[in-house]
């Protein structure tokens, strides 16, 4: 599992490393490790690395500064440097210094003889003449999007971008974009990820995120947040042993779909069918159509005589009138693990009554996307989406799945996984039954209902991809089924990343 610190705690651990590294010797640090991808970035963009040029565009703190020092290093391979300093009497001067000994030039971005945008003749050239730019606008202090004098450079680069320690423009904390920004073909940051780099637009605009070793490992706290490899997922991910039998594996209730909605129910049965190899039940109106497209599930008319369970999956397609009210209540009251997607959120927010029927001791996994999870009543999403999640799933003690981009899982004691796949592909109707009937099935085995999620999400996505694309890397669009068709793939993937 990957861990994902707030830019408070990294200043906090850096405080605690200046006790032993001086300030200036951990900046160079990471400097060096800056100069060295960048010099990569030369290699594969030009083919090599003396000879070619480097523009830096240099904010007014320590951001610039490690983009300065980084020039200095980059002189001593034979590169061209130029900065471009949008504040320059503001600029690290010790960084500064470096760059001019080392032979690189400094120019102000304003001027002299300026267009009509205010970018000056120098700074133009030095931005246009470049085979690779370093981004030391803003780092960890940045708030807003970038100034426009910031924006309209950055609008002029053509070549590759290595921002250092995040994408300028976007916000540390939230990975929210509100105004320009930089979108970055490489992203060199220190000591650990920042929630920038995992979430939302910020996530899309650090392009590969690199972590470079600045001493600070033995200094940082718990993470804030999460990320869980491939490689975990597929050790967590169960499957039958020696001793195993259906049962023993977890037996999972599908309680989704209605003579309207029956495609719900198969989609949400099929994918704990492909998720697991345990057993699996359906409740519901659409006992035919399930049985139909899936012969091994067990089905029955309704929830009453479902038989036993290990956990429900429950909601999509189910509406919400008062046989969906009765579903809910019913798989509440059974006092096993439950998702509750879709209808039932909405039920749940209409009627907070709901939560009466439910055993304190149960988990329960909700899976709002943005519109359902305002329907819980604990206000809009907003831009921290963390936060969002971490205050639901707190108030109504569950485990919280919020859907997006990037999505979110928070569990009640606060702890947050998120899953930075950054593509898009699972955006389809039907996506959603199919994660619900993932979860299920997990929480059917017994997993931990807060990597369950996470695990689910992570297998989604994953076949998602897998539906989409073809050998080459190019893209169609695909349907829920493919998706689903492509879980046992996405299992196998994993797996064999926790096999190496
Ligand atoms: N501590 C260390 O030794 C180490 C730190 N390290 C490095 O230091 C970085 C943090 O440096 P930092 O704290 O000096 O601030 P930094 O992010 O450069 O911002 C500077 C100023 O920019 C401004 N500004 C704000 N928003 C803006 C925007 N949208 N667009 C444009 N400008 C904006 C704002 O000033 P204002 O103009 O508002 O007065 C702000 O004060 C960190 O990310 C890492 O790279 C590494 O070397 C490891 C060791
Ligand atoms: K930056």
Redesign the pocket.
């Known amino acids: 599992m990957r861990g994902v610190w707030t830019p408070e705690q990294i200043r906090a651990a850096?405080q605690r490393l200046f006790t032993r590294t001086p300030?200036p010797a951990?900046?160079r640090r990471?400097a060096h490790a800056v100069a060295r991808h960048t010099a990569q970035v030369l290699t594969e963009c030009t083919g090599g690395v003396a000879g070619r040029h480097v523009t830096l565009l240099v904010?007014?703190?320590?951001?610039?500064?490690?983009a300065l020092w980084a020039g200095s290093f980059l002189r001593k391979r034979g590169v061209g440097v130029t900065a471009v300093l949008l504040d320059a009497d503001r600029a690290h001067q010790g960084g500064l210094l470096a760059l001019r000994r080392a032979g690189g030039r400094a120019v102000r971005a304003e001027g002299p003889n300026p267009d009509t945008t205010g970018v000056g003749a120098e700074a133009a050239e030095a931005v246009q003449r470049a085979d690779a730019v370093v981004d030391g606008?803003?780092?960890?202090?940045?708030?807003?999007?970038?100034?426009p004098m910031?924006a309209e450079l950055v609008d002029r680069v053509l070549m590759p971008i290595v921002s250092?320690?995040l994408p300028?423009?976007v916000d540390p904390v939230t990975g929210a974009v509100d105004g320009p920004a930089v979108s970055a073909d490489v992203t060199v940051t220190?000591g650990g990820r920042k929630p920038c780099h995992v979430l939302g637009p910020g996530a899309v605009r650090s392009g590969d995120v690199l972590v470079a070793d600045?001493g600070l490992d033995g200094d940082l706290p718990e993470p804030e947040l999460h990320v869980l490899d491939a490689a975990d997922v597929g050790a967590a991910w169960p499957v039958p042993g020696p001793e195993d039998d259906k049962y023993s594996q977890g037996v999972v209730g599908v309680a989704a779909g209605s003579a309207t909605f029956p495609g719900a129910a198969v989609l949400a049965g099929g994918s704990a069918v492909r998720a697991t190899s345990g057993m699996v039940r359906y409740a519901g109106p659409a006992a035919d159509e399930v049985c139909r497209r899936w012969p091994e599930v067990v089905v029955t008319g309704s929830v009453t005589d479902a038989g036993r369970v290990q956990a429900w999956a429950v909601g999509p397609g189910i509406g919400t009138g008062a046989s969906g009210r009765d579903v809910l209540r019913h798989v509440f009251d059974s006092g096993r693990p439950v998702c509750a997607d879709a209808d039932s959120i909405t039920l749940l927010g209409a009627d907070p009554t709901l939560w009466d029927a439910r055993d304190p001791d149960a988990p329960v996994v909700l899976t709002p996307h943005d519109g359902e999870f305002e329907r819980l009543g604990a206000g809009p999403v907003g831009t921290d989406r963390v936060a969002a999640a971490r205050r639901v799933a707190a108030r109504f003690d569950v485990v919280l799945l919020l859907k997006g981009n990037t999505t979110v899982v928070a569990a009640p004691d606060g702890r947050v996984l998120v899953n930075d796949s950054q593509q898009a592909w699972p955006a389809t109707a039907g996506s959603g039954d199919v994660l619900t009937g993932l979860i299920g099935a997990l929480l059917a085995s017994g997993m931990d209902p807060w990597l369950a999620c996470g695990c689910a999400t992570r297998v989604h996505s994953d076949a998602a991809e897998l539906a989409a694309r073809d050998a080459d890397g190019v893209g169609a669009p695909i349907g829920a089924s493919a998706l689903l068709d492509q879980v046992p793939a996405a299992v196998r993937a994993v797996r064999r990343a926790a096999l190496t």
């Not at 904010?59 to 490690?66: E, F, T, V």
């Not at 606008?137 to 100034?147: D, E, F, Q």
């Open positions: 850096e300030e951990v900046m990471a904010g007014a703190g320590n951001n610039g500064g490690d606008i803003v780092g960890l202090s940045a708030s807003g999007g970038l100034r910031a250092v320690d300028s423009g220190f600045i």
